[in-house]
């Protein structure tokens, strides 16, 4: 049994915080927001009331937090983990940030004498709760190897992509291809309803043809095809538009760094910024079949 801090316990974090539990893991739980911590608990994790709460006595630290302003506060703030972890902790930090922080997250980690890895996932909240996850790691070998113990009850693949910061590299350029494919999903769908195609029929067609993708076989956006989807659920989100928006705003950014173009992901990037500007961030991604509709009306959403 290791004794695991777990810090942010939301979507993704209540339910890949849960399997370590079912490992048999003491996982102690903080968030911010009380209702998170209520139901992590009702998961099997400890909750706690603080940052250091959670971390005293920790063997390792996980952070699932939404945006790198809040991994470097939660490590370096008064009474966040640097303040309060012993020595020799290792600490995973499995949020969607930018390079640069994962950059220092590692440096700061190092000179203050604690092991750190880039930990990034994919799979959404069915891989969380299905314990599907992939996993990407980036770190020291050694410290990756003590990852890979660790995420294994969360994951279906974890993967040991390179040295510090090639994990959440490989992230974000996973995720700028996954935006992509949702452009041409929400593109695809939208001009094969338009030219009189049955949504079920063609969705059999590109399933096992050429415009396959995980995006078409798992979020398909038109409402009766493929279980699980938002379009099922009015768009309500399972990877949210402000999230994707994020993550592909990242790439972009990498990519403007490294000097490549990458015009199909700004152009989705804008799509989803289209979408928060018109007050829908907290919608599914793939409501930005929208951008692709004559009238901008969408099967199986409501307008709100």
């Keep these: 049994m290791t004794s695991i801090a777990w810090i942010g316990l939301g979507n993704m974090g209540s ?34 009331g603080s940052v250091g709460e959670a971390v005293d006595g920790a063997e390792v630290v996980i952070l699932s ?17 640097f303040a309060h972890a012993a020595p020799g902790t290792l600490i995973l930090d499995t949020s969607t940030v930018d ?19 880039d930990s990034p996932v994919s799979g ?9 996850l992939a996993f990407m790691l980036g770190g020291e ?3 990756v ?34 935006g992509v494919s949702i452009l041409a999903m929400s593109e695809g769908a939208t001009l094969a ?4 195609l049955d949504a079920q ?23 009766g095809v493929v279980p699980g989807a938002a379009a099922n659920a009015n768009f309500d989100a399972s990877f949210s538009a402000m999230l994707c928006h994020k993550d592909v705003e990242l790439a972009v950014a990498g990519a403007a760094a490294a000097g490549v173009e990458v015009p199909a992901a700004t152009l989705i990037r804008d799509q989803l910024q289209r979408l928060l500007d018109d007050g829908f961030g907290g919608k599914d991604c793939t409501l930005v079949i929208r951008e692709a509709s004559p009238d901008g009306t969408v099967d199986g959403w409501d307008g709100r």
């Design 15 to 48: 339910r890949m915080s849960a399997h370590l539990v079912d490992a048999g893991h003491e996982v102690r739980g903080f968030d911010v927001v009380d209702a998170f911590r209520e139901a992590a608990g009702a998961r099997g994790i400890v909750p706690v």
């Design 99 to 117: 390079l640069e922080t994962s950059a220092w997250s590692h440096s700061e980690s190092r000179s203050r004498g604690f092991r750190f890895v």
């Design 65 to 81: 937090l939404p945006k790198g302003e809040h991994v470097r506060a939660v490590l370096a703030g008064d009474g966040g983990v």
């Design 145 to 178: 190897e003590a990852a890979t113990a660790i995420v294994t009850p969360m994951a279906g693949n974890v993967l040991a992509v390179g040295e510090a910061t090639h994990g959440i590299a490989a992230k974000l350029v996973n995720n700028m291809m996954l």
């Design 201 to 223: 029929s063609f969705f059999d067609v590109a399933r096992v043809s050429s415009g396959d993708s995980w995006a078409v076989r798992t979020w398909y956006p038109v409402p």
């Design 193 to 196: 309803k338009h030219l009189g």
């Design 124 to 132: 959404g909240i069915q891989g969380a709760e299905a314990a599907t």
């Design 141 to 143: 070998s050694a410290d």
